[in-house]
């Protein structure tokens, strides 16, 4: 059965690859795995038929011969158990790959997504500037602890892996701050996750679209 995922059917990223379901697209790409989009709508993500894919009314879902799954990092997963390229044979540096997927999702993404709700949601509150070096401040915290483990490596355990997979696209989502290219060994891991063809084909892939969408900015 062809493996079907959800998108924005217009994303407020404009076509930038920082919507979830990118996570997705580069991990099928990543393993040659063929696989199919439909597109939702902000209203119809709030629908049942959404919500018993998605019970958060988000992107992106994941379905595959009966199995429906939500959660960009528990789709990765999945893709990577079922589809060789993304997780190691070895059982200790598959098990090390995971816990950096972990890691990406619940220690540096989470003041990235509290910057952009300072940014985008609550801009034009009197605290906002007060906020911002606080947020900013906290993430610099992360990247910095892992830039530190990082250090000359090409990537965080040996070879590429779901766990780089999923921690370049939470580094990309900091493009526009300029704060990741404060540290140069950052940079260049995220620049090389962004080289690869499969990320490549990915983006254009999310890209697509956006541009072919009706009523653009």
């Known amino acids: 059965m062809t493996i079907t995922i959800t998108a924005f059917e217009r994303s407020p990223d404009k076509g930038q690859g920082l919507a979830r379901d990118m996570r997705v697209r580069w991990a099928l790409e990543e393993v040659g795995a063929p696989y199919t ?3 939702v709508s902000f209203a119809a993500m709030k629908e049942p038929a959404h919500l018993a894919l998605q019970p958060f009314g988000q992107i992106p879902t994941f379905e595959e011969d009966g199995l429906a799954l939500f959660e960009s990092g528990a789709i990765v997963l999945h ?3 079922r589809h060789p390229g993304l997780l190691p044979d070895d059982g200790n540096a598959r098990a090390r790959a995971i816990a950096w997927m972990f890691a990406a999702v619940a220690t540096v993404e ?6 952009q709700v300072a940014l985008f949601a ?5 605290w906002r500037a007060e906020r911002m070096p606080l947020v900013d401040g906290r993430i610099r915290d992360r990247l910095g602890e892992l830039s530190a483990r990082l250090g000359e490596g090409e990537w965080l355990d ?3 892996s779901a766990g780089d997979l999923m921690m370049v696209h939470v580094l990309i989502r900091l493009r526009a701050s300029g704060i990741v290219a404060q540290y ?4 260049a891991y995220v620049a090389r996750g962004e080289a690869r063809p499969a990320y490549q084909r990915a983006f254009a892939a999310q890209l697509a679209v956006f541009t072919a969408a009706p009523d653009r900015d």
């Open 110 to 115: 989470p003041p990235i997504l509290e910057r």
């Open 37 to 39: 989009t439909r597109l």
């Open 184 to 187: 140069p060994n950052l940079a």
């Open 79 to 81: 893709i990577a158990g």
């Open 158 to 160: 040996g070879a590429f």
């Open 122 to 126: 609550e801009g034009d509150r009197n």
